[in-house]
């Protein structure tokens, strides 16, 4: 086979290299359809493409990591356990005052045989039971949860800056091939096509200066594929899709 990056054919296969990502297509939509109901699963087509154009504001990383922290569903559930701990901490701690118990009622009198209305107020004084380990194991739950809502933002703010980073590389990878690897590639073909039709170069020239140009495309594609996943996390972290711009690619280089 001649290998071939890229899906051409979805249903038969022009190299190896669509024998493999046929594949690897067809796994990642199995572990997507187990997501959702089979009856959609069964008409859904799955269609899109490749982005490098997209603007990421990789030096306001404070806003992001605002916005981030506001909405992120994994940091609220873990903030509304945090409060419900400490409710339920404050109940508890409430338990170790004794409770005022009123009580009222008639008495009758044998001797004179007369009955009064009676008041009472009683306290319950717990002896036994002070409910120290009850108000002790609240706090800890309280304080674990606490804990467990900064090491989630801290986390989440880690990741943050490891992908703005790893997009602002990606985007220097990407303008390099744009500006540097990819037409120097292209000039050496041309040169070398020319130089063969005028009996300058041989054929096997002219193939090696194609296969060039076929590998820089590849690590060219492999690039975008990068760039496009790192912005696909950046993305689930927001819980939103970052907007469009002209192709980083093409633009000048800062």
């Keep these: 086979f001649q290998a071939e990056d890229g899906i051409r054919d979805l249903v038969r296969s022009r190299g190896l290299g669509d024998v493999y990502k046929r594949q690897e297509y067809h796994t990642a ?3 997507l359809m187990a997501l959702w109901q089979e009856s959609v699963a069964d008409s859904l ?3 899109g493409e490749l982005r ?6 990789g030096r306001d990383h404070r806003r992001l990591a605002a916005e ?3 909405g ?3 940091l609220i559930a873990q903030r509304w356990n945090a409060e419900s701990e400490r409710r339920a901490e404050r109940l508890v701690s409430r338990e170790r005052w ?14 004179t045989d007369e009955q009064d209305f009676v008041a009472a107020l009683g306290i319950e004084i ?3 039971d002070r409910g120290g380990g009850a108000r002790r194991a609240a706090e800890r739950r309280a304080e674990a949860a606490v804990h467990d809502v900064s090491a989630l933002e801290t986390a989440l703010r880690s990741e943050l800056h490891t992908l703005l980073e790893e997009l602002e590389a990606r985007e220097r990878a990407l303008r390099v091939y744009a500006d540097n690897i990819v037409p120097r ?3 050496t073909l041309d040169l070398a096509r020319t130089g063969y039709e005028g009996g300058k170069f041989g054929y096997l020239d002219l193939l090696d200066a194609q296969r060039t140009v076929i590998d820089v495309e590849d690590g060219r594609a492999q690039a975008l594929i990068a760039y496009d996943r790192a912005l696909v996390r950046l993305e689930s972290l927001l819980g939103r899709r970052m907007s469009e711009h002209s192709d980083p690619t093409q633009e000048e280089s800062r």
């Excluded at 490098?52 to 504001?57: A, E, I, L, Q, Y």
């Excluded at 005022?100 to 044998?110: F, Q």
């Design 98 to 111: 004794p409770d005022i118990v009123p009580s009222a009622g008639a008495r009758w009198h044998r001797d």
């Design 29 to 31: 939509r199995e572990e």
């Design 52 to 57: 490098s154009g997209t603007r990421v504001p």
């Design 185 to 187: 590639a292209q000039r």
């Design 72 to 74: 992120h569903p994994a």
């Design 68 to 70: 981030m922290l506001a």
């Design 45 to 47: 087509v799955l269609v």
């Design 126 to 128: 717990p002896i036994f």
